[in-house]
């Protein structure tokens, strides 16, 4: 029997709801988090990549987390992107989420400089040990530009229990099938999380423990669906909901990055936010909003959105 891991399920990455002027728009931030909690997501993470960390000011970032944390007020476990390009001000922000009372951090590597071996391991090593709250590793190659192998994981998490887990986002699914073969099968109740939508099934069959999808913020009721049919035992459903998920991913090719389309999508759903985003991300354009309304709609049609 698979051990019980601290964080497991359905976690969306939240976009941030902003006004145009970059002021926390706390209204839409409010609606978007009940509508998310209603929809029974296993937990909240802000400030991820779709959560707009990479243009946000420090002073903004420690706003968002002390917002969210206050307003949750325990509902469900929220996790707190902490990560930046220097070790010192990665563990700055990760004291002020402990401080606030979020549940766990969520670190990606840095971004800029491609950081020997030893030298990323001493990265995430200072953090672990200046800051005691639970730590979910984020790997994203894609656009840190280097990889947090298995083997890596595996030497940080035996050096350093508290990191109790990892967002996998990776293009290759055997990434994330070494990581489970290897990470879980000495260290089981860590957590490991496919970070691309349609990795999730396949990480659930190989033992993995859950998603972090940015589409899970405005249709989480496909991933969330997927997740509690298949602990349920009813591969069927979960396989039908994961064939309903597949087009949705469609979406990320409508524009880039994607947060912009995330948050007209949640518009869309009757979630009443605003849908700017920071400079040097666009709002959609007219034609793009039309686009997405359509593909939507014809979802809603389907009823693969279930209302």
Do not use: C
Not at 33 to 51: C, P, R, T
Request: aromatic share 8%; glycine share 8%; no cysteine.
């Amino acid at each position: 029997m698979q051990a019980k891991t601290q964080f497991h399920g359905v976690i969306p990455p939240v976009p941030t709801i902003l006004h145009k002027d970059g002021r926390i728009d706390e209204k839409g931030m409010e609606n978007l988090i009940d509508f998310l909690i209603e929809s029974k997501v296993d937990g909240l993470f802000f400030l991820g990549s779709g959560g707009e960390f990479g243009q946000m000011s420090v002073e903004l970032r420690k706003d968002v987390a002390q917002f969210v944390t206050r307003y949750i007020n325990g509902r469900v476990p929220v996790l707190i992107g902490t990560g930046t390009t220097g070790t010192k001000e990665t563990i700055s922000l990760s004291l002020h989420a402990k401080k606030v009372g979020a549940d766990g951090i969520v670190v990606i590597n840095p971004y800029y400089y491609k950081l020997t071996e030893d030298s990323l391991f001493q990265h995430f090593a200072e953090i672990a040990e200046n800051v005691d709250l639970p730590i979910i590793l984020y790997n994203y190659p894609e656009l840190t530009g280097q990889d947090l192998s298995p083997e890596f994981v595996l030497k940080l998490v035996r050096a350093y229990p508290h990191i109790v887990g990892i967002k996998d986002t990776v293009l290759s699914v055997g990434h994330t099938r070494e990581m489970i073969l290897k990470v879980k099968s000495e260290k089981t109740d860590f957590s490991v999380f496919s970070g691309y939508d349609d990795h999730f099934l396949n990480n659930l069959s190989l033992g993995g423990d859950g998603s972090i999808p940015l589409t899970a913020s405005f249709v989480p009721e496909l991933s969330v669906g997927i997740y509690q049919a298949f602990k349920q035992g009813n591969y069927g459903h979960a396989i039908d909901l994961h064939r309903q998920l597949a087009p949705v991913l469609l979406l990320y090719k409508l524009d880039s990055p994607f947060m912009n389309v995330a948050k007209e999508a949640i518009r869309l759903r009757g979630i009443e936010i605003s849908t700017d985003v920071l400079a040097p991300v666009r709002s959609l354009s007219a034609e793009k909003k039309e686009q997405l309304k359509s593909f939507l709609n014809e979802l809603l049609d389907k009823s693969i959105i279930l209302s």
